[in-house]
């Protein structure tokens, strides 16, 4: 899979993750791919959430982990 490949198929990831997101007033944006490694912004309620850890580790890194081939991890942009 080419760079472009993966960054469609974090996108596509990404858009299947929203909605659970959103549902909680939170919203999830992809700022890049870069060595390994997906760089997300959490916005709305999401910011200073308790829940933003487990969030972060169990919803959109175990994820993206799990379905993109690639991708090694995910960090969170302020």
Same mark, same amino acid.
Not at 23 to 26: L, P
């Given at each position: 899979m080419n760079y472009e490949e993966i960054i469609a198929e974090i996108k596509e990831v990404i858009k299947l993750i @929203?909605?659970?997101i959103n @549902?909680? $007033?939170?919203d999830l944006e992809f700022v890049k791919f870069e060595d390994g490694i997906v760089y997300v912004k959490l916005q709305g309620a999401c910011v200073g959430c308790a829940g933003f850890e487990s969030t972060m580790s169990d919803l959109i890194e175990d994820t993206l982990l799990e379905r993109v081939p690639g991708v090694i $991890?995910?960090?969170h942009i302020w």
């Open positions: @929203r909605p659970y @549902r909680d $007033g939170g $991890g995910v960090e």
